[in-house]
């Protein structure tokens, strides 16, 4: 097991190296197990909101829409408008839209319009993890070049962090919004 999440009907989403992604239910342990329907079996990180899980993967991502015991499931990957496959996070901000961190193409955002590219203002185009703060600004990490925050347009570098290190492998928000690297 290489990612964990938990879903508002507290059931347990475990996503294997090699073999897919497990929907473990809470109480009587029963196992549904997705493989072959995923665009890839190496799920490296999980999230979601609602009915809704999204993977990201070492072949593009997916989107597991559930109801009980039935799945609706999408595969996006780079033919259809990812700027990677090799996805470390997904991410879903409090305005709807979709985040894909990305090895090598910086990041892509899925949105009602579909999905938009940015590479523009980041130096390191891997990108490992998003947050939201309390002011809705989405912020990124990356490797070997820091923190990034999005400015509506592109990302802008922020220097004024006394970082340890600034390959900085992922960042999450407090309840109040405030980040944490």
């Not at 475990?14 to 799920?43: Q, S, V």
């Not at 999230?47 to 990201?56: E, L, M, P, Q, S």
């Not at 309840?175 to 944490?180: E, H, K, R």
Request: with cysteine.
């Amino acid at each position: 097991i290489i990612s964990l999440y938990a879903d508002e009907a507290g059931f347990i989403w475990a996503g294997l190296y090699r073999d897919g992604l497990l929907r473990i239910h809470p109480e009587t342990n029963k196992i549904k197990h997705f493989k072959k329907e995923i665009c890839n079996g190496n799920i490296l990180g999980i999230t979601g909101k609602d009915n809704t899980v999204w993977i990201a993967t070492l072949g593009g991502s997916s989107s597991i829409q559930f109801n009980e015991d039935e799945y609706v499931i999408r595969n996006y990957t780079s033919a259809d408008g990812l700027s990677s496959d090799f996805i470390y996070q997904v991410f879903i901000d409090t305005q709807g839209r979709t985040w894909f961190a990305t090895d090598g193409k910086g990041v892509s955002m899925l949105d009602q319009a579909g999905f938009h590219h940015y590479q523009e203002g980041l130096e390191s185009k891997v990108v490992y993890s998003f947050a939201e703060d309390s002011n809705k600004d989405v912020w990124v990490t990356s490797q070997g070049n820091g923190i990034y925050r999005f400015d509506g347009k592109k990302f802008l570098t922020v220097n004024d962090l006394s970082l340890r290190d600034n390959s900085v492998q992922s960042i999450v928000a407090d309840d109040q919004g405030n980040l944490i690297a």
